[in-house]
């Protein structure tokens, strides 16, 4: 449930007593041609969706476990599953904007795919960790923005074609959850050293779902909208509102690194894991359908999600009884869901809607730093303290939630103006205070 596309927030203040987050389209197209034409690009679209994270939804929670069972070191498994999260700050903002510029969202997307498929091939006959460290910075680089790009592609079609883009969108939460439950089932009959071919059979599937992409005409440019983006960075705010993301969310890390082997550790077989991560993403999927119903402020969301996580790495540390865990991955709805909706809201209330985009790119870039120093170092201290990891990932939510706390009150005055009327000239947008 990405957070790093700017277009998906810049909805207006219509009902500032709740955190409705909508996405601006134009009306549906009336003519039947026009209408066959939307329905077509929303299945394509939803296809390719469910298909990116059916591939996610294995590799996920099992990439670990396929390096655990080749023979590589947890302290090099840190390493490399750091890589994406590397990638997300230094190729990934170029090459999504190289596709922007020259309007080959599609066809970047269908050669990504393609390239993805390859290097996970190439990927399961390496065995040592610095070859395989090497390769998987190099799929990366060509995973990683199919993401952010598929996003893109999808709004364009909602401003086309009048689509729900959240419909689209649901099919890769779904597809996560049955892809992490499929490669579950296929833990326990194949030798787990094998888990890698599964990755390469969904990516590939996805890469000839890409083709079916239907081509999009090139939008108008709207010359100057970021000239000022910049400015951003300058004002305390907007810099509070990315590290209190930055750090509750990237307190996961040890979690998305080390959750499965620890698991299989404590003797959980491969659909008790894959149910396990499936929970999470339910409780996640449930809190984004009820997000228009809340009726908490944004800040007050972010420090539930803050302590959630404080709650939840704690009990994890301590490792817990089977229904205790089930109950702290339920709280991902709250740790990274309620989360993630605070931040947004809080980022469309307080970010100028013309730099709402650049303000998604520099929170994905921090996201990025965080989480891969925060994956370097889980790595470390679990191969030392094994689960006792998870104690300094409370450490770095409330880190996230003390940020957040020392800066509520500012963000409050901010949200109380961006909901007041806005005037035509200023164009609904909200001035950030520096």
């Known amino acids: 449930m990405s957070i790093h596309d700017g277009h998906g927030l810049d909805n207006g203040h219509d009902e500032p007593q709740r955190i409705a987050i909508t996405l601006p389209s134009s009306a549906p197209q009336k003519h039947p041609a026009g209408q066959s034409a939307a329905r077509r690009f929303a299945r394509r679209v939803s296809l390719f969706y469910g298909s990116t994270f059916g591939v996610a939804g294995i590799q996920l929670p099992f990439f670990a476990v396929w390096l655990k069972a080749i023979g590589i070191d947890v302290a090099w498994i840190g390493l490399i599953i750091a890589t994406p999260s590397l990638c997300r700050f230094t190729v990934l903002p ?188 339910i409780a996640e999927i449930v809190v984004f359908a009820l997000s228009p119903r809340l009726t908490l402020a944004p800040t007050t969301m972010v420090l539930i999600g803050a302590a959630s996580a404080m709650v939840r790495w704690t009990i994890t540390a301590l490792e817990p009884r089977f229904e205790w865990l089930v109950a702290v991955q339920l709280l991902h709805g709250f ?56 104690f300094a990932m409370a450490v770095v939510a409330l880190a996230g939630g003390a940020v957040m706390a020392a800066a509520r009150g500012r963000l409050a005055q901010a949200a109380a103006v961006a909901d007041q009327p806005q005037s035509a000239a200023a164009g609904g947008s909200t001035v950030l205070p520096s």
């Open 94 to 281: 170029f090459v999504t904007a190289a596709a922007e510029r020259r309007h080959v969202l599609r066809g970047t997307m269908i050669a990504l795919a393609f390239a993805t498929t390859a290097g996970f091939a190439l990927l399961g006959l390496l065995h040592q960790p610095l070859a395989i460290l090497a390769m998987y910075a190099l799929i990366a680089c060509v995973w990683t923005p199919i993401t952010p790009l598929t996003d893109g592609y999808a709004l364009k079609g909602v401003a086309v074609h009048g689509l729900d883009y959240g419909r689209m969108r649901l099919w890769g939460s779904t597809s996560f959850v049955i892809g992490a439950l499929v490669a579950g089932l296929a833990l326990d009959l194949i030798d787990a050293r094998n888990v890698i071919w599964v990755i390469v059979a969904a990516a590939l599937v996805s890469a000839f779902v890409s083709l079916g992409l239907p081509p999009l005409e090139a939008p108008v440019a709207a010359p100057g909208r970021l000239a000022t983006a910049g400015g951003l960075l300058r004002a305390p705010l907007f810099l509070a509102i990315i590290a209190a993301s930055a750090l509750i969310q990237g307190s996961h890390a040890a979690y998305y690194a080390f959750a499965s082997i620890a698991w299989q550790h404590a003797g959980y077989g491969g659909v008790t894991v894959a149910a396990l991560w499936s929970l999470g993403v």
């Open 335 to 390: 740790t990274f869901g309620i989360t993630q909706v605070g931040i947004v809201a809080l980022m469309v209330r307080t970010v100028p809607h013309h730099m709402l985009a650049s303000g998604q790119g520099y929170m994905a870039a921090l996201h990025g730093v965080v989480f891969s120093l925060l994956t370097m170092g889980s790595g470390l201290i679990y191969a030392r303290a094994g689960e006792g990891v998870y």
